[in-house]
């Protein structure tokens, strides 16, 4: 497992893509303190995954860009609108 900084990722991706792609896992950190971890893909369990939401109802997929689910949510309180455009302030 690598541990590396942002600046090193940065300057040589294609080395660590490389070593991911081999089944490493990198840490990547930012001033030392962890930010994110690159681990290789599952693709079977990926497409499972996403097989499944598509089923259920919760994302759809015509070729395009990605959707997802279009059924409203019922919630009490605020919209979330609202919320969002407050903190943009």
């Not at 900084?5 to 303190?33: A, C, F, H, M």
């Not at 097989?51 to 919209?79: H, I, M, N, Q, Y």
Request: glycine share 14%; hydrophobic share 35%.
């Amino acid at each position: 497992m690598y541990r590396i900084g942002i600046k090193e990722l940065k300057n040589r991706l294609s080395y660590y893509v490389g070593q991911v792609r081999k089944g490493e896992q990198i840490t990547v950190t930012d001033r030392g303190r962890a930010v994110a971890v690159i681990v290789p893909t599952q693709d079977g369990e990926i497409v499972a995954r996403l097989t499944g939401l598509a089923r259920d109802g919760f994302a759809s997929w015509e070729g395009g860009k990605p959707g997802g689910s279009c059924r409203p949510v019922k919630a009490r309180g605020r919209p979330v609108s609202d919320i969002v455009l407050e903190d943009r302030r």
